[in-house]
């Protein structure tokens, strides 16, 4: 695929949201917050990044991508349909009977979805797992999984961030949505995750914090990633959680609640500018 | 006298023999490695051997992604701590996505019999018998556990297999043929129809010593691939001799009994009996004791399936 400008990235990620907003829209569920959040670094995976190939989706040599924090699928899905793994107008069928695109991803029905998600805290063991089976194999595919903030209030997450620098997997980069707000409120008084960033470090990883926000940013901290050996990388990705509409940004009430007609529009409208 | 062997001596034995052959099979244990045998595939493979410490949710995780990368994993631990432990894991990733994960979990049962109800399981069967696409096969000897093993590395797809910490009889010799899918008839008899599992087919076998002696013939079938189950079988049983006994070291509630039952109250309603754990959780003390204090031993079952035998003749 030819590599895209920072420009083109950008337009590509107002499109995504775009797609986000009214695929969540006329569903009338589904989770805008943490799926907005995590368009840039989604983006820049898909169209920058990551080796893959939507003609061949199970192609032996491709990057893999885990979408540990399953509720942000309407994300995945819209960039994976402007990759081409199968025709935008499916977008409008999320979350209705017979759909491809299921409420969470589904890798049995779903071009492109390495692993079925939606429960979390298990997607960073499946991206250990891959790993070391790219090892054996003498592949030099990475594996990116993108874990939710809240996500990392689930004991697995830290089974697996264990293991992976027990096991030296420096072929996985983790990105962590860090939009400081879950379900119930701000990640910080639910559940405090501070110092988010020493923990990783305790636990044997390398880690960076960028502007989830910023496409070079996200691009540098990917490619710097790539580099490191004897050890994994997380990119601790600082992002706004409902980024780029208003009146979702910063609210945990839009985590799981489709706008109506009303927001829809505007958001659309807000978009366009 | 009868050989004894336990069916994980048997699976540590057959990993090797797999590993040779088969550079895609890789094993992953969550620090029980030298109780659920797994260690010997370590000691030889141990490029392929993968121990997460006590994890068991990223024990089934990590398979799951190996068997994504195209690897078949053999994942093992206790039965309890695989099943219960890593339940949602199981059912969300490895069966949900049809992956090629072969969970095999030994200390079933009460055979962890020193270690007390923590450690022993009688719910396993039950916990991976209701989730979708998963295959559940209790070995009944060493013979069939290695016959099993060997099978369903041929499968593609998600497995659990139930094996003992005890030395239990050997039932089979090497020319024993294993399908996944056909149970075994091992005794004929007509008088009624035994349909046992795992660890209870040796006892149900000693039952229908027993039976014989009070000229009742029992038709003992070796159920040992609880799901998906030999339908056909159990039916014919039914049909022939009309009355239906169960026996497994497990609860009765959602097992190899309940399985049964499930067929017979919609197919062929026949007089039957649940022989297992009634609704109790286990405890420490010798292995043999524990199969008295239960009803698991060769004599109880031999009067349960009298009591159904008379109840059936007299109406």
Same mark, same amino acid.
């Given at each position: ?129 891959? /790993? ?92 710097? /990633? ?48 | ?10 699976? @540590? ?102 270690? @007390? ?71 004929? @008899?007509?008088?009624? @129809? ?122």
């Amino acid at each position: 695929m030819k590599k895209k400008t920072i420009k083109d990235l950008e337009e590509m990620a107002t499109r995504i949201r775009q797609h986000v907003i009214t695929m969540i829209g006329k569903a009338g569920s589904g989770h805008p917050g943490g799926s907005l959040s995590c368009v840039d670094v989604v983006t820049t995976l898909y169209f920058y990044k990551m080796q893959h190939n939507p003609e061949d989706p199970n192609w032996e040599d491709r990057d893999r991508f885990v979408l540990c924090k399953g509720h942000a699928a309407p994300t995945l899905y819209a960039v994976l349909a402007e990759s081409g793994y199968f025709p935008v107008e499916e977008l409008t069928r999320l979350r209705t009977g017979g759909s491809m695109l299921q409420g969470h991803p589904d890798k049995n029905r779903t071009p492109g979805i390495e692993v079925s998600s939606g429960s979390l805290g298990q997607g960073l063991s499946v991206a250990n797992g891959m /790993a070391i089976a790219a090892k054996l194999n003498h592949k030099g595919y990475r594996i990116y999984a993108l874990i939710g903030d809240g996500e990392c209030d689930e004991g697995q997450i830290w089974e697996a961030a264990m293991a992976a620098s027990h096991y030296k997997l420096d072929n996985i980069t983790a990105i962590i949505d860090r939009n400081g707000l879950q379900i119930d409120g701000p990640t910080e008084k639910i559940m405090s995750l501070e110092p988010l960033a020493d923990k990783w470090r305790a636990f044997g990883w390398e880690v960076m914090e960028i502007d989830g926000h910023h496409i070079d940013e996200i691009i540098s901290a990917l490619d710097r /990633a790539e580099k490191i050996k004897g050890r994994p990388t997380v990119i601790i990705a600082h992002i706004i959680k409902g980024k780029g509409i208003s009146f979702m940004e910063w609210k945990a009430e839009f985590h799981g609640k489709a706008p109506n007609k009303e927001e829809l529009e505007h958001a659309l409208i807000e978009l366009d500018k | 006298m009868t050989d004894l062997k336990s069916t994980r001596d048997a699976y @540590g034995e057959v990993l090797i023999e797999l590993g040779k052959d088969n550079e895609d099979i890789v094993v992953l244990d969550a620090d029980l490695a030298v109780s659920t045998q797994t260690s010997k595939f370590a000691e030889k493979f141990p490029e392929r051997f993968f121990d997460v410490g006590c994890a068991e949710q990223n024990l089934i995780g990590t398979a799951a992604g190996l068997a994504a990368g195209g690897k078949i994993p053999f994942a093992s631990t206790y039965a309890i701590f695989a099943t219960g432990r890593a339940w949602e894991q199981i059912r969300s990733v490895i069966a949900h996505d049809r992956l090629n994960v072969k969970i095999v979990a030994s200390h079933a049962g009460l055979t962890n019999s020193p270690d @007390g109800a923590s450690h022993q399981s009688l719910e396993d069967i039950a916990l991976m018998r209701v989730i979708p696409n998963m295959t559940v096969i209790v070995p009944a000897d060493a013979i069939e556990a290695k016959k099993a093993i060997n099978a369903v590395v041929e499968y593609y797809g998600p497995v659990y297999i139930r094996l003992n910490r005890v030395k239990t009889p050997v039932i089979f010799d090497h020319n024993y043929n294993f399908s996944i899918y056909k149970a075994v008839t091992l005794t004929e @008899g007509e008088d009624l @129809g035994i349909i046992a599992t795992g660890s209870m087919v040796a006892n149900a076998l000693q039952a229908a010593d027993l039976l014989k002696k009070r000229e009742i013939t029992a038709r003992v079938i070796n159920m040992h691939t609880i799901k998906p189950i030999d339908k056909e079988i159990i039916l014919r049983a039914a049909r022939e001799t009309g009355a239906i006994v169960t026996v497994e070291e497990h609860s009765i509630n959602g097992g190899l009994g309940s399985a049964v039952a499930e067929i017979l109250t919609e197919e062929m309603p026949v007089p039957m009996r649940r022989v297992g754990v009634k609704d109790r959780f286990g405890q420490s003390g010798r292995y043999e004791e524990l199969l008295k204090e239960y009803g698991l031993n060769a004599g109880h079952i031999a009067k349960v399936a009298e009591d159904l035998f008379n109840k059936k003749d007299g109406g």
